[in-house]
């Protein structure tokens, strides 16, 4: 999956709930939603929005498309650091407000979404991700045996993220990469953008051949920094290969930081001095996170009980949540084995 360029929304003041809806069904309209599609984006991302300001002004929504063969959708993630609820699922009942109001938001963005999932703790905040589908995918939103969750958001105040992401799979595999432009903004975004389309081309080569691709394409841009992994459930086992300052971690079962794989030094584009791969054991129930600087090296999973079994978008979400450092383009991609 190539992603377009996420919408990031900072919800702090009314006038920005009629700007989500807007954006949103324009999003919509881009992916090939129909006029009963479009409807269900407005509500659902209105509602997210119209919670997010009655309960944590400043919290955020993301509109990241998403794709399945050819099959497109929108992923609403909604981010806060509000007070958290008490009950999440007496939330869900219609009629039931804290704020004051009609009491139909969470019931509404649960109907209406294909799949909606939500985690919420007192004095942390909430996260809660909706997916919507132009037309009903056959694998339920899961690339094949994976299932996959993102938060990718430039650098405040610029309009463009000098990160990228991709992931793709064939027989049975999954590639996964993420790649930082050095800096910021548009050059930035036009080094890793570039990344991604090596990835593109050069799949079939595997992690070290897609980064020594990628090393060539990039001449000419700013450079990045790349990582590219293969996961092969088959043979239990995960490729790595990565040059410059992106962290790839397998998180174990149980386990609450994981393993880092390796990386070289380096500046894909300008500077390599080795690329190789690395191969590390993936146990049944891991699962893979793979960062840009952006967010901070010392994040963990256990400080909230439960977020280590929720999907993998709520995860990237607690991540960027918790441990963005704010100053710079921020990609969180989480991927993990479809449980049965």
């Known amino acids: 999956m190539i ?38 984006v407005a509500i659902v991302v209105t509602e997210a929005a119209t919670n997010l300001f009655k309960h944590a002004v400043g919290g955020e929504l993301i509109l990241q498309d998403l794709e399945i063969g050819q099959v497109h959708g929108l992923e609403v993630l909604s981010i806060d650091r509000g007070p958290g609820m008490a009950d999440v699922g007496r939330c869900f009942v219609d009629g039931f407000s804290t704020a004051g109001s009609p009491g139909h938001g969470l019931g509404a963005i649960s109907r209406l979404s294909s799949s909606f ?16 589908w132009a037309v009903a995918p056959t694998k339920g939103g899961k690339l094949d045996s994976m299932e996959w969750g993102v938060v990718s958001r430039p650098f405040p105040g610029e309009e ?18 993420v790649a930082d432009g050095l800096g910021h903004g548009p050059q930035a975004a036009e080094a890793s953008h570039a990344a991604v389309r090596a990835f ?14 990628a090393h060539e394409v990039l001449r000419g841009t700013r450079g990045a920094a790349m990582a590219v992994a293969r996961l092969d459930p088959g043979r239990r086992e995960i490729v790595y290969c990565g040059v410059g300052n992106i962290a790839g971690t397998v998180v174990k079962p149980g386990s609450s930081r994981g393993q880092s794989m390796v990386s070289h030094n380096g500046t894909v584009g300008h500077a390599v001095r080795k690329i190789q791969e ?18 901070g090296s010392h994040w963990r999973l256990d400080g909230h009980a439960g977020l280590a079994w929720k999907s993998p978008c709520l995860i990237a979400g607690g991540l960027y949540r918790d441990s963005a450092r704010g100053r710079d383009d921020v990609t969180v991609l989480v991927v993990r084995e479809r449980s049965e």
Not at 8 to 35: C, H, M, P
Not at 160 to 177: E, F, K, P, R, Y
Request: with cysteine; hydrophobic share 45%; charged share 20%.
């Open 117 to 132: 999932e939500i985690d919420s703790v007192l004095g942390v905040g909430t996260l809660s991700s909706a997916r919507l």
């Open 3 to 40: 992603p377009g360029e996420p919408l990031v929304l900072t919800i702090d003041d009314v006038s920005k709930v009629g700007e989500a809806r807007r954006l949103a069904v324009a999003q919509a309209n881009r992916l090939g939603f129909d006029e009963t599609g479009r409807g269900r």
């Open 278 to 295: 690395f191969v590390y054991p993936w146990e049944e129930g891991s699962l893979v996170v793979m960062h840009s600087d952006g967010l």
């Open 200 to 213: 593109q081309a050069e799949a079939a080569l595997g992690p070290a051949g897609i980064l020594a691709a």
């Open 160 to 177: 463009v993220c000098g990160d990228a992401w991709a992931i793709a799979t064939d027989s049975g595999q999954t590639l996964m990469m």
